[in-house]
């Protein structure tokens, strides 16, 4: 066992220590008592003291709050700049489906106007045969046919003219039962005969099968024809009826002038099947002539 000396000593110094504790913490709540009761009393002694430590303190939470600030901002910067964005994107997607409804609404317009200029025509003549859509023609050949929803059972018969508001655009070729082969006026082997509009300048509107006509006079000499005239049907022949328009000269020639076809059936929809102008003379021109004199 260790010598009863050293535990007296230790026991002392132990004994001490918290006896100099207990004294300290005494004197701690002795004085904070004594100032609870000063700041209660007087709360002006300390005031000085609470200003030194608010200035102490003051950079600190200005620099905090700085940070706080910015913090936000960056946040709310970021935030602002996705939903301007995402709001961006909407309106773009709005204006494009306004586009698209607009051309809808102008292609209806213009629908709209096509079917009633054809349902003029068809009033303005109540002989016309009937009305059909255009429902194909050849560009890549050197033929130029078309084709109409029309044939037989609307009474659509070959050699008809076919025209539309804007004006001339070939004759029924082959007609089916319910749609009809056209030869258009640009096909090597089409050939009406025309006047100038106004006068009575004769020529014929020969199809050249790039889209354009040559119109060639049918009295040479000093070529009148100057650029932006007018060509109509002068009906002559009797298969298309006088008036109809059909080119305007855009280059004049020797013997006429190049005419852009005023009916394009590129741009052209709805088109009307009139009956052959003078279908009974042509008729009587087709049959044989019979000499009485003759014994055979």
């Not at 000396?5 to 913490?25: D, E």
């Not at 292609?107 to 429902?135: C, D, F, S, V, Y």
């Amino acid at each position: 066992m260790p010598p009863s000396g050293n535990r007296s000593g230790n026991n002392r110094k132990a004994q001490l220590g918290l006896f100099a504790g207990y004294l300290a913490a005494s004197v701690g709540a002795i004085l904070g008592a004594l100032l609870l009761v000063i700041s209660l009393m007087k709360p002006e002694t300390f005031s000085g003291l609470r200003s030194m430590a608010s200035d102490v303190t003051a950079p600190i939470g200005q620099t905090g709050a700085a940070t706080r600030v910015g913090t936000r901002n960056i946040f709310e910067a970021i935030a602002g700049y996705y939903d301007a964005g995402s709001k961006n994107a909407a309106l773009e997607e709005e204006i494009a489906i306004a586009r698209v409804r607009l051309a809808e609404a102008e292609a209806a317009k213009r629908e709209n106007a096509r079917l009633k200029a054809a349902l003029g025509l068809m009033q303005q003549n109540p002989e016309n045969i009937a009305a059909a859509r255009l429902i194909g023609s050849t560009s890549a050949s050197a033929r130029r046919f078309g084709y109409i929803s029309t044939g037989r059972e609307d009474g659509v018969t070959p050699g008809m003219p076919v025209t539309s508001p804007m004006g001339l655009v070939g004759r029924v070729l082959e007609s089916g039962r319910h749609s009809s082969r056209i030869l258009l006026l640009t096909d090597s082997e089409s050939m009406v005969p025309v006047r100038r509009a106004g006068d009575d300048l004769v020529a014929f509107a020969e199809g050249r099968a790039d889209g354009t006509l040559r119109i060639r006079l049918i009295n040479l000499g000093i070529n009148p024809v100057e650029e932006g005239d007018v060509f109509v049907t002068s009906g002559a022949g009797g298969m298309f009826r006088p008036g109809v328009a059909v080119a305007m000269a855009t280059e004049i020639t020797e013997d006429g002038a190049i005419a852009q076809l005023l009916s394009n059936p590129a741009a052209t929809d709805v088109v009307i099947v009139e009956p052959i102008w003078e279908e009974d003379l042509l008729k009587t021109m087709a049959k044989p002539v019979v000499n009485e004199d003759d014994p055979g």
